[in-house]
């Protein structure tokens, strides 16, 4: 009997440990699942999320998409609006100028007659140009050479240029590079050819070039240059007129001037005395200069020359003259010399001769 029931326990034992086992196994395989669960849960929600933000997306993209398509629209509604408008202005136009042409049509006008009068008109014009190129060709015969200012400007200038006997003195003294002082001493140092090329020195030039450019065929001339010394531009032609007529010397007159750098002080004393050296004595005198002598025949005996003292010698110089002979002044004024302008239109007045001092771009 004690048997029995030792034995009885010992089976129920091992069925709580087998249904323990079992228990156990099953909470096991729970787990096990729950956990493959959750991680396919976790897999599912991240591509799903992906997606849905991917679709986010490409619904953003079809709105901006959308945006531009309706702008693009809108300009196309707008050209489409502009065109119609200028087909109908162009349609207006065809029907006004089909009108224009029925009543040409009615009042007798043809393409041919147009044409015809529009030939006639050329002849006519055609018969005018012919008439002044013959009166410009009489003319041109009166003056030595052409010359076109900058510009093909025209000036009336009051300048008698006429006469047998033409003298033409040239001012080369360091004054005639610039307008104001400050400008002469910097370009007294620069190189000769930047002097030459000194603004206010070209424009003498072509001013002498304008000269010879109007004497009469029929005269002659000389021209000189003067600084503190005068002679003539050409070598072995002192004391001796030169022919108008003569094209090839007249050149060379303005390339010879063209070598020459500015420098030095003024004496018209003795670019007066020079003209004496002509015979016979010239009867029409052109002075292109900027001022007032800085010495007579003689260098002064100091380095400064007051207003009243070149006023002495401008008066002194001016006895010099040949009497009875007009002298036209070209005067470009220089800054520090306020009376030469009125001393040489004094000289112009009284000699019956002429004064002007030119703007920038004449001639």
């Known amino acids: 009997m004690a048997r029995k029931k030792r034995e009885f326990t010992t089976f129920n034992l091992s069925f709580l440990d087998i249904m323990s086992c079992g228990f156990g196994a099953v ?20 591509d799903l999320l992906s997606e849905v933000s991917m679709l986010e997306e490409d619904v953003r ?32 136009d065809i029907d006004n100028y089909e009108a224009m042409i029925a009543d040409l049509k009615k009042d007798g006008f043809t393409e041919r007659t147009d044409i015809e009068t529009l030939k006639a008109e050329i002849r006519s014009l055609e018969e005018e140009v012919k008439k002044l190129r013959q009166a410009a060709e009489k003319e041109s015969g009166n003056s030595a050479r052409t010359f076109v200012g900058e510009g093909n400007r025209q000036y009336l200038t009051g300048l008698n240029l006429g006469g ?42 072509s001013t002498v070039d304008w000269l010879t450019a109007q004497l009469p065929v029929s005269s002659k001339y000389q021209v000189m240059t003067f600084n503190t010394r005068a002679s003539p531009v050409l070598d072995n032609t002192a004391g001796k007129w030169l022919e108008v007529a003569d094209q090839a010397q007249l050149d060379k007159i303005s390339s010879e001037l063209r070598k020459i750098t500015p420098g030095g002080g003024t004496s018209l004393e003795n670019a007066f005395t020079a003209l004496q050296q002509l015979s016979p004595p010239p009867d029409n005198i052109f002075l292109i200069t900027d001022g007032l002598p800085t010495q007579g025949a003689n260098p002064p005996r100091g380095n400064k020359v007051s207003g009243d003292e070149r006023q002495r ?44 001092s030119p703007s920038r771009d004449w001639p």
């Open 27 to 46: 909470v096991l395989v729970f787990l096990i699942i729950d956990h493959s669960i959750q991680t396919v849960t976790k897999d599912l929600n991240r």
């Open 313 to 356: 010698l401008y008066r002194q110089a001016v006895k010099m003259l040949p009497r009875n002979v007009p002298v036209n002044i070209i005067l470009a004024p220089m800054e520090g010399d306020p009376m030469a302008a009125s001393e040489f239109w004094q000289l112009a007045q009284v000699s019956r001769g002429s004064f002007m």
């Open 164 to 205: 047998r006997n033409i003298a033409i003195l040239l001012d080369i003294s360091a004054s005639m590079l610039a307008d104001q002082l400050v400008n002469i001493i910097r370009l007294r140092n620069m190189d000769p050819a930047v002097q030459r090329k000194a603004d206010k020195w070209t424009r003498a030039l």
């Open 61 to 92: 993209d079809g709105e901006a998409g959308l945006v531009k398509l309706r702008n693009t629209l809108s300009d196309v509604d707008n050209q489409m609006v502009e065109a119609q408008g200028q087909a109908s202005r162009i349609t207006e």
